[in-house]
C-alpha cells in the first residue's frame, strides 16, 4: 500500500497522541498517511483513525547495538528506510522529532530532501527546520514563556503546504478511536475485581493520574487523597488510580492517606484498556501526562495541574472546557534544566478543597466558574481551554488584569500569529489590557532595541552587494540582533526563530527584506499593544 505522506513522531506517549489531528488534517485533505512511532508506544496505533500504515521502530535495542557495533546498527536503520520506502514510496515525510537521529531518518525515507516538512537536514547534514512554524516549535524550547500555542496546533501547521486552506482555518479535530469489546470488557472486570468486598457502592468513577514524568510536575499524593475523600463524602464519587507499575509506590501512598474507599489498577491496563476505563469515569484528575491526552481524544474531560516546566498554554488538553491549573507565583512556569530555588513549593501551593468544590460543581451540571472560590483563585491561574479561529487557547476564570505573565502570553498569540501565518487583520472582539508599568520597563526597553536593529539590517539589506563596508554591517547587524534576543529570557523563543530566518533567506535577498519589513512593523505594533493594550480573537 502508498502513502501520500509519512509522518515521524519518536517522541512521547502524549505528543504522539497529540498528533491524531494532524493525521485527520492529511486524511480530509485526501492523502493517505503513513506513520513511523517508537516500538515501545505500539499500543497506541489502535486508537489512531486514519493511519493507513505503521512501522514501529526498537529505540531502545538500536540503542544497545550502537554500544556493540554501531556500524551494525547503522545497516539495521537504513534496511529499516529501505523498507518502508519500498513498501509505500511516500511522496512527502513530516518529521515532527527535532533530535538528529529523526531528522536522518526522514531523510532516507523522502524521495528528496526537500519533501521532508517540519525538521530536517541540510545537504551537509546540519539540522534545518522547514518553515516558521517548526522554527518557532523548537524555539520554544528556549523559553517556557514564549510557548503559547498548544503542540497540536503547532504539529497541523508543519503540514501547512499539504493542507487545504478550508481545513488549514478550522478547529482541529481530536478523535481517537473508541477501544474495541475486549478493552471495554478487561476495564469493566478491574473494576469490579479491584473494588473491596465490603465497599459501599459508588455513585461513579472518577480517575486519578498520581504520576507524572517527573516528580517536579507531581501535585503531592496528600492532596490526591483529600480531594478523593471529598468527592466519596460530597457525592459518593469513588477514585480510580491509574498509572503504570511503576508509579505503584504513589498508590501505596495514597492507600495510606486516604480514608475513604478507592480502587487502583495500577499496572494492570494497556493503552486500549486505559481508554476503555476512562470512559467509565466522569472526569479525569491529573498531572499534565499521555492519560490527560488520551482522556481528550476520548472526549473525556479533565481536571489538570500544570507545576514546574509544564503550563497549558502549549501541553494543555486539546478539548474544551477543561479545567487547567497554574500555580499563581511569579516564577512559574520555570525553564527547563533549572534548579528550583524554592523548593519546589508550586507543587502544593493549590490546595485540594478549592479543586473539589471546582470539580463537584461542575460535576453538577453548572459550569466551572461557579465553583471557582477566592480561595483558589489566590492559589492558582485558573484556566479552561477552548478553540477558536483555527487555534486551541485558555479562558481566564482568576482575572488577569494583574498578571502580566497572563497577558504576555496573550499579547504573544496575538503577535505570533501575525509573524507565522502572515495574520494581518485579526478579529478584534476581545480586549487584551496593557501589561503593567513595571513590566514594560523590563521587556520594552529590549524590543525596542531589537526594534531598532531590524530598522538598520533592513536598510543595510537594501545596499547589500553594493557596498563591502554594507556587507560587513549587515552580518554584523544580524549578529547583534541574534544576541540580544537570545540573551534577553523573555524573547529567547524568538531567537531561534531569527536564527531560521538568517539561515534560510540569506541567499535570497528579496525574500529576506519583504519578512524584515514586516517583522519590524509588527514588531512596532507588539511594542504599542503591550503599552496601551489592544483588541484581538
Same mark, same amino acid.
Given at each position: 500500500?502508498? *502513502?501520500?505522506?509519512?509522518?515521524?513522531?519518536?517522541?512521547?506517549? /502524549?505528543?504522539?497522541?497529540?498528533?491524531?489531528?494532524?493525521?485527520?488534517?492529511?486524511?480530509?485533505?485526501?492523502?493517505?498517511?503513513?506513520? %513511523?512511532?517508537? $516500538?515501545?508506544?505500539?499500543?497506541?496505533?489502535?486508537?489512531?483513525?486514519?493511519?493507513?500504515?505503521?512501522?514501529?521502530?526498537? /529505540?531502545?535495542?538500536?540503542?544497545?547495538?550502537? +554500544?556493540?557495533?554501531?556500524?551494525?546498527?547503522?545497516?539495521?536503520?537504513? !534496511?529499516?528506510?529501505? +523498507?518502508?520506502?519500498?513498501?509505500?514510496?511516500?511522496?512527502?515525510?513530516?518529521?515532527?522529532?527535532?533530535?538528529?537521529?529523526?531528522? =536522518?531518518?526522514?531523510?532516507?525515507?523522502?524521495?528528496?530532501?526537500?519533501?521532508?516538512?517540519?525538521?530536517?537536514?541540510?545537504?551537509? /547534514?546540519?539540522?534545518? +527546520?522547514?518553515?516558521?512554524?517548526?522554527?518557532?516549535?523548537?524555539?520554544?524550547?528556549?523559553?517556557?514563556?514564549?510557548?503559547?500555542?498548544?503542540?497540536?496546533?503547532?504539529?497541523?501547521?508543519?503540514? +501547512?503546504?499539504?493542507?487545504?486552506?478550508?481545513?488549514?482555518?478550522?478547529?482541529?479535530?481530536?478523535?481517537?478511536?473508541?477501544?474495541?469489546?475486549?478493552?471495554?470488557?478487561?476495564?469493566?472486570?478491574?473494576?469490579?475485581?479491584?473494588?473491596?468486598?465490603?465497599?459501599?457502592?459508588?455513585? /461513579?468513577?472518577?480517575?486519578?493520574?498520581?504520576?507524572?514524568?517527573?516528580?517536579?510536575?507531581?501535585?503531592?499524593?496528600?492532596?490526591?487523597?483529600?480531594?478523593?475523600?471529598?468527592?466519596?463524602?460530597?457525592?459518593?464519587?469513588?477514585? %480510580?488510580?491509574?498509572?503504570?507499575?511503576?508509579?505503584?509506590?504513589?498508590?501505596?501512598?495514597?492507600?495510606?492517606?486516604?480514608?475513604?474507599?478507592?480502587?487502583?489498577?495500577?499496572?494492570?491496563?494497556?493503552?486500549?484498556?486505559?481508554?476503555?476505563? #476512562?470512559?467509565?469515569?466522569?472526569?479525569?484528575?491529573?498531572?499534565?501526562?499521555?492519560?490527560?491526552?488520551?482522556?481528550?481524544?476520548?472526549?473525556?474531560?479533565?481536571?489538570?495541574?500544570?507545576?514546574?516546566?509544564?503550563?497549558?498554554?502549549?501541553?494543555?488538553?486539546?478539548?474544551?472546557? *477543561?479545567?487547567?491549573? $497554574?500555580?499563581?507565583?511569579?516564577?512559574?512556569?520555570?525553564?527547563?534544566?533549572?534548579?528550583?530555588?524554592?523548593?519546589?513549593?508550586?507543587?502544593?501551593?493549590? !490546595?485540594?478543597?478549592?479543586?473539589?468544590?471546582?470539580?463537584?460543581?461542575?460535576?453538577?451540571?453548572?459550569?466551572?466558574?461557579?465553583?471557582?472560590?477566592?480561595?483558589?483563585?489566590?492559589?492558582?491561574?485558573?484556566?479552561?481551554?477552548?478553540?477558536?479561529?483555527?487555534?486551541?487557547?485558555?479562558?481566564? =476564570?482568576?482575572?488577569?488584569?494583574?498578571?502580566?505573565?497572563?497577558?504576555?502570553?496573550?499579547?504573544?498569540?496575538?503577535?505570533?500569529?501575525?509573524?507565522?501565518?502572515?495574520?494581518?487583520?485579526?478579529?478584534?472582539?476581545?480586549?487584551?489590557?496593557?501589561?503593567?508599568?513595571?513590566?514594560?520597563?523590563?521587556?520594552?526597553?529590549?524590543?525596542?532595541?531589537?526594534?531598532?536593529? #531590524?530598522?538598520?539590517?533592513? $536598510?543595510?539589506?537594501?545596499?547589500?552587494?553594493?557596498?563591502?563596508?554594507?556587507?560587513?554591517?549587515?552580518?554584523?547587524?544580524?549578529?547583534?540582533?541574534?544576541?540580544?534576543?537570545?540573551?534577553?529570557?523573555?524573547?529567547?523563543?524568538?531567537?531561534?526563530?531569527?536564527?531560521?530566518?538568517?539561515?534560510?533567506?540569506?541567499?535570497?535577498?528579496?525574500?529576506?527584506?519583504?519578512?524584515?519589513?514586516?517583522?519590524?512593523?509588527? #514588531?512596532?505594533?507588539?511594542? $504599542?499593544?503591550?503599552?496601551?493594550?489592544?483588541?484581538?480573537?
Amino acid at each position: 500500500m502508498s *502513502c501520500d505522506v509519512i509522518i515521524v513522531n519518536l517522541t512521547r506517549l /502524549g505528543d504522539l497522541l497529540q498528533s491524531q489531528p494532524l493525521i485527520q488534517d492529511l486524511h480530509d485533505s485526501g492523502k493517505s498517511v503513513g506513520l %513511523v512511532c517508537l $516500538e515501545n508506544f505500539a499500543q497506541v496505533l489502535p486508537l489512531l483513525a486514519h493511519v493507513d500504515r505503521a512501522w514501529t521502530i526498537p /529505540g531502545a535495542r538500536l540503542m544497545a547495538e550502537t +554500544d556493540r557495533d554501531w556500524k551494525l546498527a547503522a545497516t539495521h536503520v537504513l !534496511s529499516f528506510a529501505r +523498507d518502508i520506502r519500498k513498501e509505500c514510496s511516500p511522496k512527502h515525510v513530516i518529521n515532527l522529532t527535532a533530535t538528529l537521529s529523526a531528522r =536522518l531518518l526522514s531523510k532516507m525515507l523522502a524521495p528528496i530532501p526537500d519533501a521532508v516538512l517540519g525538521f530536517a537536514v541540510d545537504a551537509e /547534514g546540519y539540522g534545518v +527546520d522547514k518553515g516558521f512554524w517548526p522554527a518557532f516549535l523548537l524555539g520554544t524550547t528556549l523559553s517556557r514563556k514564549s510557548a503559547v500555542f498548544n503542540i497540536v496546533d503547532m504539529f497541523r501547521r508543519t503540514a +501547512d503546504p499539504l493542507i487545504s486552506e478550508e481545513i488549514h482555518r478550522r478547529d482541529g479535530l481530536f478523535r481517537l478511536v473508541r477501544p474495541d469489546g475486549k478493552a471495554t470488557s478487561t476495564a469493566a472486570r478491574l473494576l469490579r475485581e479491584a473494588a473491596r468486598s465490603n465497599m459501599p457502592p459508588a455513585r /461513579g468513577y472518577v480517575a486519578f493520574q498520581l504520576g507524572a514524568s517527573n516528580d517536579m510536575r507531581r501535585w503531592p499524593v496528600a492532596h490526591f487523597a483529600a480531594l478523593g475523600d471529598m468527592l466519596w463524602n460530597k457525592a459518593g464519587l469513588c477514585p %480510580v488510580l491509574t498509572g503504570s507499575a511503576a508509579e505503584k509506590s504513589l498508590g501505596e501512598k495514597y492507600a495510606a492517606l486516604a480514608e475513604h474507599p478507592h480502587i487502583n489498577v495500577q499496572g494492570r491496563t494497556d493503552l486500549p484498556t486505559l481508554g476503555a476505563l #476512562l470512559l467509565k469515569t466522569r472526569m479525569l484528575v491529573t498531572n499534565d501526562t499521555g492519560t490527560m491526552h488520551l482522556a481528550a481524544g476520548l472526549g473525556i474531560h479533565s481536571t489538570a495541574f500544570f507545576l514546574a516546566t509544564a503550563q497549558p498554554w502549549d501541553t494543555g488538553p486539546y478539548l474544551d472546557d *477543561c479545567l487547567c491549573l $497554574e500555580p499563581a507565583m511569579p516564577c512559574h512556569p520555570c525553564e527547563f534544566g533549572t534548579a528550583c530555588p524554592n523548593a519546589n513549593a508550586c507543587r502544593r501551593v493549590i !490546595s485540594a478543597e478549592g479543586v473539589g468544590r471546582a470539580i463537584l460543581t461542575r460535576l453538577s451540571g453548572m459550569r466551572w466558574e461557579s465553583g471557582v472560590g477566592d480561595a483558589l483563585k489566590r492559589e492558582a491561574r485558573i484556566w479552561t481551554s477552548c478553540r477558536k479561529k483555527g487555534l486551541a487557547g485558555l479562558e481566564n =476564570l482568576s482575572g488577569y488584569e494583574d498578571d502580566d505573565r497572563a497577558l504576555w502570553m496573550l499579547h504573544q498569540r496575538l503577535f505570533w500569529r501575525q509573524i507565522l501565518d502572515n495574520d494581518a487583520s485579526p478579529n478584534r472582539s476581545m480586549r487584551i489590557p496593557p501589561c503593567s508599568v513595571h513590566f514594560q520597563g523590563t521587556i520594552i526597553p529590549p524590543l525596542e532595541q531589537a526594534w531598532r536593529m #531590524l530598522k538598520a539590517i533592513g $536598510e543595510n539589506a537594501a545596499i547589500v552587494g553594493k557596498n563591502p563596508l554594507a556587507n560587513n554591517l549587515f552580518l554584523r547587524n544580524c549578529d547583534r540582533l541574534q544576541t540580544l534576543l537570545h540573551t534577553t529570557p523573555a524573547l529567547a523563543g524568538m531567537s531561534h526563530l531569527w536564527r531560521h530566518v538568517c539561515s534560510e533567506m540569506g541567499g535570497e535577498l528579496a525574500a529576506l527584506q519583504e519578512f524584515l519589513s514586516r517583522f519590524e512593523k509588527n #514588531l512596532s505594533v507588539f511594542i $504599542e499593544n503591550i503599552r496601551n493594550g489592544t483588541h484581538c480573537a
